[in-house]
């Protein structure tokens, strides 16, 4: 009975029946594509474990290459290039700026890139290249880095802070 249970349970693994599955993603990736994908899965096998590590790239690249992750869902920028990791992209995600309604910039008709200046910012950890972009697109000039009031892999408690602070938050 138990070789037959043995080789039952070794059957369901191989048809994706039955396991045990650990999984990464960046913060809006594990909201906007895992998700999603982790419930269809959830229908189809239920009897699936999913462990899914939410954190930025470089955490999640520690964790793949320790071995406690299968596979991760994220932003490529932070990735080292010539990597020995096989990468498939999904795709390019549009950015934007979110604020609550009563924010002082949200009614506005005519806001420029340079009304962004004395913002707030709230958002998930920035790459570097990213920070450079977003700082030369609001022209600081050098002036000052851009920066960021709370930086949090949360996507939680970055919504919540925007909704009860004058951040934008960058998502």
């Known amino acids: ?6 080789t039952h349970e070794l059957a369901l693994l191989r048809t994706g029946e039955l396991g045990d599955v650990a999984a990464g993603a960046g ?3 594990a909201v906007m594509l895992l998700a999603p994908a982790l419930a269809a899965m959830r229908q189809r096998h239920p009897q699936v474990r999913v462990r899914l590590d939410v ?5 999640l690249l520690e964790q793949l290459q320790d071995e406690a992750l299968a596979f991760f869902v994220s932003d490529t920028r ?12 999904l795709g390019i995600g549009t950015g934007g700026l979110f604020c609550r309604a009563a924010h002082p910039l949200a009614r506005r008709r005519d806001l420029t890139v340079i009304d962004l200046r004395q913002a707030t910012f709230a958002s998930v950890r ?3 290249t990213l ?5 030369a697109l609001i022209r600081l000039d050098g002036r000052a880095e851009f920066g960021v009031a709370l930086e949090c892999e949360s996507v939680a408690v970055l919504l919540e802070y ?3 602070s004058d951040a934008l938050l960058i998502a």
Do not use: N, Y
Request: net charge negative; proline share 11%.
């Open 1 to 6: 009975a138990t070789s037959a249970d043995l």
């Open 55 to 59: 954190s930025h790239t470089q955490v």
């Open 78 to 89: 932070e990735l080292p290039s010539g990597s020995a990791w096989q990468v498939e992209p």
């Open 131 to 135: 920070r450079q972009r977003l700082g």
């Open 27 to 29: 913060p809006f990736s």
């Open 162 to 164: 925007t909704v009860q």
């Open 126 to 128: 920035i790459p570097a």
